[in-house]
């Protein structure tokens, strides 16, 4: 069993920032992705970012080159550095962990789904997931 406990989200104005923390505890060696993602109401959840057991990354295109994942080892913490937030941005964020699984798997990956929409998945079979952290971004 993984714990995961996220913090961090808050209410900012648009173009601000935010830090989420995702502590992880538990049985966490046989980690191979963790990933953060998002659901705002009325929508599909989405993958946003992921971070793989050889710290390779992955990001969503309507996040990439603003938010940064990262993993502090010693810490066994998931971090989100999310900047030049927008009210698109809002929406409850959500830490995963999956076991078992490979670089590919931890891919965060867009299909066109109509009129120039993009949804973003992460395939990875992610088993462990956190209570969730709310982000609202004003305009």
């Known amino acids: 069993e993984v714990q995961l406990a996220e913090s961090g989200g808050g209410s900012v104005q648009a173009g601000g920032s935010l830090r989420l923390s995702c502590a992880a505890s538990?049985?966490?060696?046989?980690?191979?992705?963790m990933a953060w993602f998002r659901q705002a109401p009325g929508k599909e959840r989405e993958g946003v970012a992921s971070?793989?057991?050889?710290?390779?990354?992955s990001y969503s295109d309507s996040v990439k080159g603003r938010f940064t994942i990262s993993h502090d080892n010693a810490k066994n913490t998931l971090f989100l550095e999310m900047n030049s937030l927008s009210p698109e941005d809002t929406a409850m964020y959500y830490c995963?962990?999956?076991?078992?699984?490979?670089?590919?798997?931890?891919?965060?990956?867009?299909?066109?789904?109509?009129?120039?929409?993009?949804?973003?998945?992460?395939?990875?079979?992610?088993?462990?997931w956190g209570q969730g952290t709310q982000v609202t971004v004003s305009s």
């Open positions: 971070i793989d057991s050889d710290g390779g990354t």
């Open positions: 995963a962990v999956e076991t078992g699984g490979t670089p590919d798997t931890c891919l965060v990956v867009g299909s066109l789904v109509d009129s120039g929409r993009w949804s973003w998945t992460i395939q990875g079979d992610f088993g462990y």
């Open positions: 538990g049985d966490t060696y046989s980690t191979s992705c």
